[in-house]
C-alpha cells in the first residue's frame, strides 16, 4: 500500500478501559464516556480513507493512576497487545509503548522491554504524568535512555493538575489539552531537554498552534532575561507536528498525518480529510514523505550508533 502513515492513532482494550474506570475515569477527561474500539473498525477506517499503517497508543489519561505496580503490570499488557495487533496485521499496525510515569524505574524498565522484546516504534508520553511535567530532574534517566535509542517521542496532552479550577466543567481536550501541551513543551526547551539530548524526535500531538509559542517565548526572553533563558523558537522548529484536530492545519516542513481516532469519531475523521483534500492537493504525498522523513532519520541514526 502507498496510503497514510497515522502517527497518532489509539486503542482501547476492556481490561485497560476497566482500571481506568476503577480509578474513577468514568467520563475519560471531561468527555461524554469512553469510545468503542475494534481491530475491524480500525481497519475499516484506514482502509476508507487510505491509511496504510497506524501506529497505535494508549491515549490520556495514561496507565499510571496512583499506584506504581499496577501501573508496570497495565503498561505490559497494552504494550504486549499493541505488539499483536502488529503481528497478527502485518504492515498495518505499529506502536507507541506506554511507560508507568511518573515511576521513573519501571519506565526504563518497561522501555528495555518495549524496545528488545516488543519492538515498539517509540513511546508516548503525557504532557504531565502525576502533575509532573517533563523538565522534572528525577526524569533525566529516562531522557537519557531515550536518546540512546533515537526514540520517537509522541508527547500527548493530558488534563492539567488544577483541571478542576480551569476547565469551567467543559471536556479538557477542547481548551486545556493545547494549554497542558504548550507547558510541556516549553518546559522540554526552557530545561534544555531538547538541546541536551538531541536524537530524539518528538512528536507533538494537536500540535498546529505550538511554533507560535516561539515568537513570544523569545520575545519575552529578548524583553526581559536575555542572559538566563534558551532561544525557544530554533528548538520547536526540530520538533514534529501532527495535524490530529486541526482540519485548517498548516501544512509546514515538520507536519504529519494523525487521525486521533478512535477518541475522534470516525465520521470527524472523514470529515477532517475532506477538510484538507479542500485546502491542500499534495497534503497526502508532503505527510507521507515527513513521516518517511522521521523513519528515515531514525533509522540512520541507528546505523551510525
Avoid at 193 to 222: K, W
Avoid at 240 to 251: I, L
Avoid at 261 to 285: H, I, K, M, N
Wanted: charged letters at 20%; proline letters at 8%.
Amino acid at each position: 500500500m502507498t496510503g497514510l502513515i497515522d502517527v497518532h492513532s489509539h486503542f482501547l482494550l476492556p481490561e485497560y478501559v476497566a482500571a481506568a474506570e476503577r480509578a474513577g475515569h468514568l467520563r475519560p477527561d471531561g468527555m461524554p464516556g469512553w469510545p468503542g474500539w475494534t481491530v475491524q473498525k480500525h481497519l475499516d477506517l484506514m482502509d476508507r480513507n487510505e491509511i496504510a499503517t497506524a501506529l497505535l497508543s494508549v491515549s490520556s489519561p495514561g496507565v499510571h493512576f496512583g499506584d506504581d505496580f499496577r501501573a508496570q503490570v497495565l503498561a505490559r499488557r497494552v504494550n504486549e497487545s499493541a505488539a499483536e495487533l502488529g503481528r497478527d496485521h502485518p504492515g498495518r499496525f505499529g506502536f507507541f509503548a506506554s511507560l508507568p510515569l511518573p515511576d521513573v524505574q519501571g519506565a526504563l524498565v518497561e522501555l528495555e522491554y518495549a524496545y528488545d522484546v516488543l519492538h515498539a516504534d517509540g513511546v508516548v508520553l503525557m504532557s504531565n504524568a502525576g502533575g509532573l511535567y517533563p523538565g522534572e530532574p528525577s526524569w533525566e534517566p529516562l531522557w537519557r535512555a531515550l536518546n540512546d535509542r533515537s526514540a520517537v517521542v509522541l508527547l500527548h496532552p493530558t488534563s492539567p493538575p488544577q483541571w478542576r479550577q480551569v476547565a469551567l466543567d467543559r471536556p479538557r481536550p477542547m481548551i486545556e489539552f493545547l494549554f497542558d501541551s504548550a507547558r510541556a513543551v516549553t518546559d522540554l526547551a526552557l530545561t534544555g531537554i531538547f538541546t541536551r539530548y538531541p536524537d530524539i524526535q518528538f512528536v507533538v500531538a494537536h500540535g498546529g498552534v505550538l511554533p507560535l509559542l516561539g515568537d513570544r517565548l523569545d520575545h519575552f526572553r529578548r524583553t526581559f532575561a536575555p542572559d538566563s533563558l534558551p532561544s525557544v523558537t530554533p528548538q520547536l522548529d526540530n520538533l514534529w507536528y501532527d495535524v490530529a484536530g486541526t482540519p485548517d492545519a498548516v501544512m509546514g516542513d515538520r507536519v504529519l498525518y494523525g487521525s486521533d481516532y478512535c477518541f475522534t469519531p470516525a465520521d470527524a475523521v472523514g470529515r477532517q480529510f475532506a477538510a484538507l483534500d479542500a485546502r491542500s492537493g499534495d497534503w497526502r504525498e508532503r505527510v507521507r514523505a515527513n513521516a518517511e522523513r522521521l523513519a528515515g532519520a531514525k533509522s540512520r541514526r541507528k546505523v551510525a550508533m
